[in-house]
């Protein structure tokens, strides 16, 4: 954030443009005469689209100032619970936009891919290594979709065995709302179990609910309320007692890279999310990658294509070799160039690395817990170990003071610090998820702790100040209603 | 490494502030039972130097070819400019612009992509991006179902001229919540999709009607009576577009007397590299009466708290994180990067870079075409119009006759064999603006080798 542009919005590019103007030394030489005569009159366009006409610097400038009016890690600290906001190394960016890499055409030959494939295959087993699964798909596009995967594959198992009536998968009430609207998708039925007051699943509730209509489970742990489902050997017990499947939602690896395994713990699906634990870039919103692993019964229900190894040599491989397999989850073989960008930073982690991931982000949450509670904060779940991250309620606060959440989240941003994510789960009011991340130093956190204190107590001197907070953005408060009301979605010109 | 910057003062004074004398203390709540030992199956760690030698040593393996294959995925020139600012930290290493107070660049950028695509594609409105094109016609498949009020029957009639990668996806992805993919046969005589194929569904309920143009083979479609055939029939019209050739063809808000109701496709000819597949981009654009059930994030601009003009995600009653399993999808992270390239991708390019682009692409495949076609045993498979793609017929397999071209370094088109054994031995080739006259004469002086070597062995 450039605090001299905070007072300067930047135009739309749209408004930058001049009829005539343009990056012409981009373009190819203008065609002799009319070179798309032999295309009917009726098939061809009849008005230019409105796009803008600008010059290549004022292009560059434009793009760069809006740049300036984010936030992102690379200029401040971003604890956005369950969205593992780590560094993202340089190298990866580099290495995985090297020429040839880009220019390789999807259908390409395997000839000509060999290099690229090598990579592929061995992110395919190193995956395989820190979840515990016994194959593995890269093709999933993001989470939602390894997601979507996974439930299909559970699906289609129990379908492969006659086992039609199974047709339910169960979530905690605290799940992220990719899972419920996922078994959408797949065309279940979601059921929903509690989870009890120190934060682990119910299990009364959750024996009551399983039965001959149970697909399957869909959990993360350490759950999306911070802390580690201690009783996760029982729930695999009882789901898989009653025909049902586990799936591992791996938004939560990082708490546990090289220290559990999903596949140890009973799990038969889990998707990863590349670009959380494996600090593939999130990109103002993606691309990301969510490559889905599974046991060895669910293997031949992967999604297509898989890299295989015949031999010396590494290949694609499709319906034809996987005829039991969900299919294809898009046109060709889901978001490469992420897949390099994780591979390369699982090479440079090597296996002590991975372990140290684990270890420093839930060492990190902790000491920030700590500081949090000892500030005056209330941590949701007293008592429990965070897990990379944790949940603060701001309950006690929004009585007494009159300040919200939401309102602390918008204070920290002129503090320099992203606000970590607000109201989710659901079930704790007036919620903060914090995480931290491996890749902060103990001063970064500290800064962190001293701007929540430093709120806090202009929440009891001057609440005003924290309620009509941010002060030093580019834009105030938004009015979120009119936007929905009046929808303003695209720039017209004044005519 | 792990990119950790802790000293061991600093562990030392964080355990003594949590209250625990080892980091080990903190796994203490996960069962005994579960814990590991060492990673067995992943390496021991590089440093950047030996990093950069691998990935260099493997990228130098793939090499460099000449490629004429499209198929959905269409090398084009990249402006240095596009990647220099999309992967500026501040862009590539956000996230969702859900602070919106702290995420206006985003935001802004969104809107204005929005708007772009929108008039690319002459219709009201556009999302922010789904994962790819063939997701996304999944996801125009789901919405068509839930905007046509009138239709039931859950029905969507897909010719067998779209891609066939994108109707097995389709198919994968919507075909779980009771979808009904339709295929309408191939016209091996014209590679186009006649009305007179829809005859049969006179007086049924069809949900939508899906037209993709240019079509998988390159050819055009009668984009004005496919059209009017669907909303004569209460079917929705769902156009699957590249936005390259919107430069040069009717946009999909023109078809017919209504135009198209969803508009989907793959950006990636908008500044995406081919990257082996992706990442890519799938876009959608709707009229404005279905906003409600549109997929994805849209941004909307407003005011603030002082009346000036900001950006904020709106509509978000329609997305998983509010409506959890009655969301209009379960997509959350989408490809926000290269949406991001494409933005100022299409800014360089304008509507006359674009429309040289396409001009010229459709130029350089009628050159190709041509070379080819004098080539014996060599034609066009079918006549009439294409925009930069084209299907030739050959005399035998065409997947021996690749190979050898392979092996001279050109990438001579995608088999059509697997997908459409009707049309015999055939080949898509494609010809972008990156392809000269020399390229094309080395491509057709290689087929020339290689159809005589084959003819000798």
């Known amino acids: ?495 | 490494m792990a990119f950790v910057p802790h000293t061991p003062e600093d562990v030392a004074a964080m355990l003594e502030t949590i209250g625990v004398e080892s980091i080990e203390r903190l796994f203490e709540e996960i069962p005994a039972t579960l814990r590991i030992g060492a990673l067995e199956g992943v390496p021991e760690a590089l440093n950047e130097m030996q990093l950069a030698r691998l990935m260099s040593e493997r990228a130098r393996r793939d090499g460099r070819q000449s490629c004429f294959i499209g198929a959905g995925a269409y090398e084009h020139h990249i402006p240095s400019a596009v990647w220099a600012v999309a992967t500026r930290g501040e862009f590539y290493s956000a996230y969702t612009p859900y602070q919106a107070e702290a995420s206006q660049g985003t935001l802004q950028l969104l809107y204005e992509y929005q708007t772009m695509m929108a008039n690319l594609t002459a219709m009201e409105v556009s999302n922010a991006s789904l994962y790819d094109g063939a997701s996304a016609l999944a996801e125009a498949s789901l919405m068509a179902v839930r905007a046509n009020r009138r239709s039931r029957s859950q029905r969507i009639l897909v010719p067998s001229t779209v891609h066939p990668h994108y109707r097995r996806a389709a198919r994968a992805i919507a075909g779980n919540q009771g979808l009904r993919f339709e295929e309408l046969p191939l016209a091996t005589d014209s590679g186009c999709t006649g009305t007179e194929t829809l005859s049969r569904y006179e007086g049924e309920d069809i949900t939508a009607l899906v037209i993709q143009q240019p079509n998988v083979f390159g050819r055009l479609e009668d984009v004005d009576a496919l059209t009017d055939w669907a909303h004569a029939r209460h079917a929705l019209a769902v156009a699957v577009v590249n936005p390259v050739s919107l430069a040069l063809l009717k946009p999909p808000g023109n078809w017919g007397a209504k135009g198209a109701d969803i508009v989907v496709g793959d950006g990636q000819p908008l500044g995406i590299p081919l990257s082996s597949g992706g990442p890519y981009f799938g876009f959608m654009t709707t009229r404005l009466e279905h906003i409600r059930q549109m997929p994805g994030r849209i941004v909307g601009r407003t005011v603030d708290a002082d009346g000036r003009p900001g950006f904020t995600l709106t509509l978000q009653a329609r997305e998983q994180h509010i409506r959890r399993a009655r969301a209009t999808s379960n997509i959350c992270t989408n490809q926000g990067l290269m949406v991001t390239a494409a933005t100022i991708h299409l800014s360089l390019m304008g509507a006359e870079g674009l429309r040289r682009t396409a001009v010229a692409s459709h130029s350089r495949t009628r050159e190709l075409v041509a070379a080819l076609s004098t080539l014996p045993g060599v034609r066009r498979r079918f006549s009439g119009p294409v925009f930069h793609e084209d299907v030739i017929s050959l005399e035998r397999p065409v997947g021996p006759l690749l190979e050898r071209l392979a092996a001279r370094g050109i990438l001579g088109g995608w088999d059509l064999q697997e997908h459409y054994p009707q049309l015999g031995p055939a080949l898509l080739v494609c010809a972008t603006e990156t392809k000269t006259a020399d390229d094309i004469e080395r491509y057709r002086a290689a087929l020339d080798q290689c159809l005589r070597e084959a003819r000798a062995a």
């Open chain 1, 1 to 495: 954030m450039n605090a001299e542009r905070a007072n300067h919005p930047e135009k739309l590019i749209f408004e930058y443009s001049v009829p005539g103007r343009g990056a012409e030394d981009q373009w190819p030489a203008p065609a002799d005469g009319d070179a798309a005569a032999d295309l009917p009159e009726s098939l061809r366009r009849a008005q230019p689209p409105l796009l803008p006409a600008v010059s290549e610097l004022e292009t560059v400038r434009h793009f760069t100032r809006l740049s300036q009016l984010n936030f992102s890690i690379d200029t401040n600290f971003y604890p956005l619970g369950s969205c593992t906001m780590k560094y993202n190394p340089k190298a990866c960016n580099q290495y995985a936009m090297l020429p040839e890499f880009l220019a390789r055409h999807p259908l390409a030959p395997d000839s000509a891919g060999q290099g690229v494939l090598e990579c592929l295959y061995e992110l395919q087993e190193m995956l395989k290594a820190v979840t515990g699964m016994q194959a593995l798909s890269l093709s999933p596009m993001a989470g939602a979709q390894g997601e979507f995967a996974g439930v299909a594959m559970i699906r289609a198992y129990h379908r492969a065995r006659g086992d039609l009536e199974r047709n339910e998968i169960i979530v905690p009430q605290a799940a992220h709302g990719t899972n419920p609207a996922t078994a959408t998708m797949c065309g279940c039925v979601v059921r929903e179990v509690p989870v009890d007051a120190e934060g682990d699943v119910d299990i009364a509730a959750l024996t009551a609910v399983v039965g001959p209509k149970t697909a399957g489970i869909m959990l993360t742990n350490p759950s999306t309320l911070g802390v580690f489902e201690r009783r996760i050997e029982a729930v695999a017990r009882i789901v898989h007692g009653a025909g049902g499947l586990l799936y591992y939602d791996g938004a939560n690896l990082n708490a546990i890279l090289g220290k559990v395994r999903p596949g140890d713990m009973g799990f038969d699906v889990v998707h990863v999310n590349l670009h959380k634990t494996f600090s593939t870039p999130h990109g103002g919103g993606g691309p990301g990658s969510g490559p889905v692993g599974v046991a060895a019964r669910l293997a031949p229900f992967l999604p297509v294509p898989v890299v295989g190894r015949r031999g010396e040599r590494y290949c694609w491989l499709t319906e034809r070799d996987l005829p039991q397999s969900i299919g294809r989850l898009s046109a060709f073989c889901g978001n490469i160039g992420v897949l390099l960008r994780a591979y390369i930073y699982m090479r440079m982690l090597g296996r002590d690395g991975m372990a140290r991931v684990g270890e420093f982000a839930t060492l990190n949450a902790n000491y920030l817990l700590a500081r949090l509670t000892r500030s005056g904060f209330d941590a949701a779940y007293p008592g429990r170990r965070a897990g990379h991250e944790f949940i603060i309620t701001l309950k006690r606060q929004a009585r007494e003071l009159g300040v919200s959440a939401m309102d602390f989240a918008k204070r920290l941003l002129d503090h320099g610090q992203h606000a970590p994510t607000t109201y989710f789960p659901l079930l704790v009011p007036e919620c903060l998820l914090i995480e931290p991340t491996e890749t902060e130093s103990k001063a970064a956190l500290d800064d962190f702790a001293a701007a929540m204190t430093a709120i806090l107590t202009e929440a009891a001197q001057e609440p005003e100040r924290v309620t009509s907070a941010p002060h030093t953005m580019p834009v105030r408060r938004l009015d979120d209603v009119r936007a929905a009301k009046q929808l303003d979605l695209t720039w017209k010109p004044v005519t």
